[in-house]
């Protein structure tokens, strides 16, 4: 359940295309929307003649940009959603959005990826990193396209893959991507990555014998593992929900996930932002970091409230 959606602007159209999904999941689940940009003051921008310009150049550009929400604000609610408000703000653009989400209570918020505005470099993309380490707030990470955004489509988020690496916080990401994927009777798809056998590359004298304890690990894990998202996929046959599991090898979980996604036709990827074991790595700047630059679909990312296994944050 949804009580409002935000969405981070930066002025350019190339941003525009989280308004897409955003309008999208606000008309099915009912809820205003609310559009947020940081305004930059000049002196950060410009480190000469900040103090002369700041007077009569800064006014000018708040104007600019609150005319620019306003306009979105009236191209959205010409698509068909009325409850939309725009939100001008100063401050360092992650802080903003973060405070925003939760003045607003906002239960998702939806942006690209990266922006191509004059003023990206403050905003999408290092802003997106800082948001997933920081809030605690899902984040729907949408890859912008190069032509203008139509605000009048609807895409459908019709499968949705969940890696999870057998621990209680990575578990944290499934009630945001049930959430998400009621709105359009979406199938799921949990995930586990195994890491394989040591490859042959030589044979030492005892390589066979270490070779066959390291296949019987990974038969036994591969096991573990299946039992173990069978267990999960309760949680979704209780509430009516389409699921499937699969149990994969590589020593790569980035490059699993992506494959698993592309050759599924998955529409939606969605995990959290740390753990352990087999996706101990699932950190911004490792497997996260990969898959959200690496996927061409949208990418759901949620950092848990709490540390409940133990790990480091």
Not at 80 to 106: C, N, Y
Request: hydrophobic share 45%; proline share 6%; aromatic share 4%.
């Amino acid at each position: 359940m949804y009580h409002s959606i935000l969405v981070p602007l930066d002025g350019s159209t190339f941003g525009e295309h989280a308004l897409v999904f955003a309008l999208s999941i606000a008309r099915r689940a009912e809820v205003p929307l609310h559009l947020v940009h940081a305004h930059v003051p000049v002196a950060l921008m410009y480190a000469e003649n900040a103090f002369n310009m700041e007077g009569t150049l800064d006014p000018k550009i708040r104007e600019q940009e609150k005319a620019y929400l306003d306009g979105a604000a009236k191209r959205v609610a010409a698509a068909g959603l009325h409850r939309v408000t725009p939100v001008l703000t100063d401050g360092p653009a992650a802080d903003v959005i973060r405070d925003q989400a939760h003045a607003t209570r906002s239960d998702l918020i939806v942006m690209t990826t990266h922006g191509r505005g004059p003023l990206s470099r403050f905003w999408l993309g290092s802003v997106a990193d800082q948001l997933v380490r920081r809030c605690s707030v899902p984040i729907l990470l949408v890859h912008p396209k190069d032509d203008l955004p139509n605000l009048t489509s609807a895409p459908v988020l019709s499968r949705v893959l969940i890696p999870l690496d057998g621990s209680k916080s990575a578990e944290q990401i499934l009630e945001p991507a049930m959430s998400l994927g009621r709105l359009t009777n979406a199938e799921y798809t949990l995930l586990r990555v195994v890491e394989p056998a040591m490859s042959v590359g030589y044979d030492p004298v005892g390589y066979a014998g270490l070779q066959a304890v390291d296949e019987r690990r990974v038969a036994l894990e591969q096991k573990e593992a299946q039992t173990y998202l069978d267990r999960v996929a309760e949680r979704f046959k209780a509430q009516k929900l389409r699921v499937q599991t699969r149990v994969v090898t590589s020593h790569h979980p980035a490059v699993a996930i992506l494959d698993e996604a592309a050759t599924t036709g998955t529409s939606l990827i969605a995990l959290q932002t740390h753990g352990r074991r087999g996706l101990a790595r699932v950190l911004l700047g490792s497997v996260a970091d990969k898959v959200v630059r690496g996927a061409t679909i949208p990418v759901l990312v949620f950092r848990p409230n709490s540390n409940l296994d133990g790990d480091m944050t």
